[in-house]
């Protein structure tokens, strides 16, 4: 029962790192988990038959091609994604009931909402960064798996790994209109915000380019 638990979390953890950092060898996932990497090489053998992970290969100039392992839809759609259906279904309503108009109405409201309650959390924040920094830590606990990369001094990237409403997103664009929105009215006018990668644009994550104006 042991050995299937400790099995258990190590998948978990496998996939939980592929969907933060993006492709993984199995080198690289032995070294972030502390486990060998004829170990992992059984675990992702494991996750490919269950179709949770593929592979693209890479030639090398010498040896044997390597593997880089990434995330079918299968795997995504074990992170938490709101309601999905539930909400797609919401949208599609007041779509139909009130058109375009009041779906953006909607999404406004929405909007406003988000920025009351996260600027009641950034009321204390000395400067931009730590505005980020608390967006971040909201970010991840509404499911989105963020992070920040520090890209340069006076730079900071805001990824997310994970879009919780991705399939409300793809039913109604103005979603993400509004994320940007919500990031450049809380973050302030001492800084610029570019959404520099985008999910529903094909790249793995959301990510946003925060960089001083001063």
């Known amino acids: 029962m042991n050995d299937a638990i400790e099995r258990v979390r190590v998948k978990n ?22 486990v060998s990497p004829m170990a992992i090489r059984q675990h992702m053998q494991t996750l490919q038959d269950e179709q949770l992970v593929t592979y693209s290969e890479q030639k090398q100039a010498v040896g044997r091609p390597v593997k880089f392992w990434q995330l079918t839809e299968k795997a995504n759609a074990l992170f938490p994604n709101h309601h999905a259906d539930l909400v797609v279904k919401l949208i599609e309503g007041v779509r139909k009931v009130f058109g375009e108009a009041g779906l953006g109405l909607l999404i406004g409201e929405r909007t406003q909402a988000q920025i009351q309650t996260y600027s009641a959390q ?26 920040i990369i520090e890209e340069s001094p006076g730079v900071l ?11 409300a997103a793809q039913s109604c664009s103005q979603l993400c209109s509004s994320e940007l929105q919500v990031f450049e009215t809380l973050l ?8 520099v990668e985008h999910i529903l644009s094909g790249d793995r994550r959301c990510a946003y380019r925060i960089s001083s104006c001063n």
Do not use: F, P
């Not at 953890?13 to 502390?34: C, E, F, N």
């Open 188 to 195: 302030g006018s001492d800084v610029n915000v570019e959404r």
């Open 13 to 34: 953890q496998i996939l939980s790192v592929i969907k933060m950092h993006g492709s993984q060898t199995a080198v690289d996932l032995a070294t972030k988990l502390q």
């Open 157 to 167: 990237l805001l990824a997310e790994n994970h879009c919780s409403i991705c399939a």
């Open 122 to 147: 950034m009321q204390h924040a000395q400067n931009w960064r730590e505005r980020v920094a608390i967006l971040t830590q909201l970010r991840t606990q509404e499911g989105y798996m963020a992070e």
